[in-house]
């Protein structure tokens, strides 16, 4: 088993010469379930791939091992939750380079690099393009254990936020084109009211068609289905821009980076009971909210409210 702490396997691997690229016996890929979580490790060191693979097999962990990325790209790969333990310095392609490549190609798998050559600006490259961690060798065993939990972790959260999304897709295929609409101007912040003044319906008929939406889709409530409107990306943009009073309204209370300030001044400004921004950050959070408090909400960058019933305090305060 692994030796908490130790770098023992690693550390003799690494004294063995590098550029012995060939086959060994744990390039062996024997069938495994597709569910099972898989580890695969780029390394043209024999030795680098061997004690890996070993030590991925004390935790009872599956892995595939490869002397370079177009052998990784030309392997058969199983639709399980998985990670890539990438060296940084390879022959026919760098690591740095080899994940702009995947990210090109649309290949989403946590990285983890591994390098005896790193230098600052090489790991703040790899970090902001997405990797999970960044090892100098020789490390330590329990830190790669680590590091490959929360890849695979983190792999697993994005394929069942991937199908959780397909199975939202499916239904909305399944909405007429007026429905659509109406999902698109309701979970955007506006009113039954004006979502007919847009369409050029009866509110009655747009509360109709919301009710068809709302069923079809599944949502319990407007703040399930502005969730769903998010996920599937029901406006188009990516990132939802503010397309009405309402939405302006809820993006002025975004917080600023300064402790207990807002997008555009102080608290107070937004807490007022006269405050027009106010009234309207009130209705804001009716029409919309599960956005609304995802932006007001505490963020690890710190933000005007310090939990969340705060947030409600406040604009109920200011709305009553």
């Known amino acids: 088993m692994v030796s908490n702490g130790t770098t023992h396997k690693i550390g003799a691997a690494l004294a063995h010469p590098a550029g012995s690229a060939g086959k060994s016996v744990t390039d062996a890929r024997p069938p495994r379930n597709s569910q099972d979580a898989v580890v695969f490790i ?4 024999v030795a680098v791939r061997e ?5 991925l097999q004390d935790v009872r962990l599956q ?7 177009t052998e990784f790209l030309a392997s058969k790969r199983s639709d399980a939750a998985s990670c890539l333990v990438l060296d940084i310095r390879l022959p026919d392609m760098g690591g740095l380079d080899f994940q702009d490549e995947l990210a090109r190609a649309n290949i989403d798998i946590p990285i983890i690099f591994m390098t005896g050559y790193a230098d600052i600006p090489m790991a703040a490259r790899a970090m902001k393009a997405g990797a999970v961690d960044f090892l100098t060798k020789p490390f330590r065993e329990q830190d790669m254990l680590d590091a490959v ?6 792999d697993r959260i994005r394929r069942e936020g991937d199908k959780a999304a397909s199975r939202m897709r499916a239904l909305f295929e399944t909405l007429s084109p007026r429905e659509r609409q109406v999902m698109a101007l309701v ?9 007919a003044a847009k369409t050029g319906l009866a509110e009655s008929t747009v509360k109709i068609h919301r009710g068809q939406v709302m069923r079809k889709m599944g949502a319990k409530s407007l703040a399930d289905l502005i969730k769903m409107a998010e996920i599937i990306d029901v406006h188009g943009n990516g990132f939802r821009r503010p397309s009405s009073e309402l939405e302006v309204a809820s993006d002025a209370c975004a917080s600023d980076p300064r402790s207990g300030k807002t997008a555009h001044g102080s ?3 937004f807490a007022t009971p006269d405050s027009r921004h106010a009234a309207l950050a009130g209705q804001a959070l009716k029409q919309q909210p599960l956005r609304w408090l995802q932006r007001v909400e505490p963020m690890r960058g710190g933000g005007p409210y310090k939990s969340q019933s705060m947030a409600i305090a406040a604009i109920s305060s200011a709305t009553k």
């Open 42 to 45: 780029i390394d043209d060191d």
């Open 187 to 195: 979970t955007s912040g506006l009113m039954n009211k004006q979502a």
């Open 149 to 154: 939990a929360i890849a695979i972790e983190r």
């Open 51 to 55: 004690a890996l693979h070993s030590l």
């Open 267 to 269: 608290i107070g400004d």
């Open 63 to 69: 892995a595939e091992v490869f002397g370079s990325p």
